[in-house]
């Protein structure tokens, strides 16, 4: 137990003295201000008594199904950055082709990214989920718009330096897979031949081979189909890539009055145009 110390100090003053002092001392703008509103604080409750702005409408971005550019090149988009496809209508329309193969279409939605193997939707995109998902006679952990198998993600997202599993990473490691099976340049045709189909049934089983079957043995779109979604998928594309041409509104003309003045006549003949000459029949 620590004794108690009590000190006596030699100086001490009346307590009116201290009040005093404390009065003199105290804040001159503190006093000033004691039981007035500030402006600043009048013109905070006045704004804050305003009726709240009606928030701004947000165009929703169209789905990438739907998404393409004319007359673009691949290359790095900056300089010392990380490799990039172009989109162009006709890898798009391969890349809607292997959706609608895969069962991941989902109408062109972007909803159709985050499919898993069996039809289940991943929690999130940050990442490929690299679980496996029994259904029927089947097991995989196939995931995305275009199914990529866990290795198979691996070695694209590292080779072109992606991060995260989003819509637009997954369309770059796809155009990647379909370079890689040597049909990139097929798919720059504008064309889906049965050689093309063939040279990616080995990267997609629902694509089917030269004999018209699955490269694993599992179930297989025909060829008519894919070819017949193809088609329309590029067209759609082709027409939303090219820019449109103003609509020029036609600019009537008053009625020229009165009708048989020399004015209106001449008029009424600039409108016929010149008469053609006699075909001698």
């Not at 673009?72 to 890349?95: C, H, K, M, V, W």
């Not at 989920?129 to 029927?136: K, L, M, W």
Request: proline fraction near 10%.
């Amino acid at each position: 137990m620590v004794p108690s110390i009590s000190v006596r100090s030699s100086f001490s003053l009346p307590v009116a003295s201290l009040l005093g002092m404390t009065a003199l001392l105290a804040p001159l703008p503190a006093l000033a201000d004691a039981g007035q509103i500030k402006p600043q604080a009048a013109k905070a409750n006045a704004l804050s008594s305003l009726p709240a702005l009606p928030p701004v409408p947000r165009q929703p971005a169209p789905p990438r199904s739907r998404l393409a550019m004319l007359d673009a090149s691949d290359g790095q988009i900056t300089p010392g950055g990380p490799f990039r496809y172009a989109i162009t209508p006709e890898r798009r329309a391969l890349l809607n082709t292997i959706r609608f193969a895969e069962g991941t279409w989902a109408r062109g939605e972007d909803l159709g990214y985050r499919v898993m193997f069996g039809g289940g939707l991943m929690g999130g995109m940050d990442r490929h989920p690299n679980r496996v998902i029994y259904s029927g006679r089947y097991a995989s952990a196939a995931a995305g718009a275009y199914q990529f198998m866990p290795f198979t993600w691996t070695m694209a997202s590292r080779k072109l330096g992606l991060a995260g599993f989003g819509p637009h990473v997954q369309d770059q490691a796809a155009i990647f897979l379909i370079q890689r099976r040597g049909a990139l340049a097929l798919a720059d045709r504008g064309e889906f031949t049965p050689e093309l189909a063939a040279k990616l049934a080995p990267e997609w089983a629902s694509f089917p081979t030269l004999a018209g079957y699955s490269y694993y043995g599992q179930p297989v779109k025909r060829y008519a189909a894919l070819k017949a979604f193809y088609e329309q998928s590029l067209a759609q594309l082709k027409t939303l890539a090219e820019p449109q041409e103003p609509v020029l509104e036609r600019v009537e003309r008053p009625a020229c009055e009165p009708v048989q003045s020399l004015r209106c006549r001449l008029e009424a003949l600039d409108r016929i145009g010149p008469k053609p000459k006699s075909l001698g029949i």
